[in-house]
């Protein structure tokens, strides 16, 4: 099982990236897929969610009308496109399936958000 997170940097306040997290060694499509963050010195959060159709939800308040989960089951990945972003958007992304009893992590992609 593999999970592999990409598309991180350094953005400037109010601009936009694209994470991806390639997957491989699951059955994806059955799979709810979830992205989390965590900032230097703070919990991990949960940001969203997407279910294995296409029903997404965003657990953050802070990323509600910014942020975008999306899936291409047929390419096996999972996207967070992330718009207006702010510097408390800096964090650590990681993706996460779930699925039963399974759960998979990738390992993580820098987000910085600084001018």
């Known amino acids: ?15 936009s990236l694209r994470l991806s997290c390639a997957t491989s060694g699951f059955t994806f499509s059955r799979y709810v897929m979830n992205w ?11 940001v969203g969610t997407i279910t ?13 009308g910014r942020f975008t989960i999306s899936r291409d089951n047929a390419k096996n990945t999972v996207y967070l496109q992330m ?13 996460n ?5 399974n759960d998979y ?7 910085t958000v600084s001018s």
């Open 52 to 64: 294995s159709y296409g029903g997404s939800t965003y657990d953050a308040d802070s990323v509600k």
């Open 1 to 15: 099982v593999r999970l592999v997170e990409s598309g991180g940097g350094l953005v400037q306040p109010g601009g």
């Open 105 to 111: 992590w990738g390992q993580g992609t820098q987000v």
């Open 36 to 46: 989390h963050r965590q900032a230097p010195g703070k919990e991990r959060e949960l």
């Open 97 to 101: 399936a779930q699925l039963g009893g």
């Open 83 to 95: 718009n207006s972003l702010k510097p408390e958007d800096t964090a650590v992304y990681y993706c």
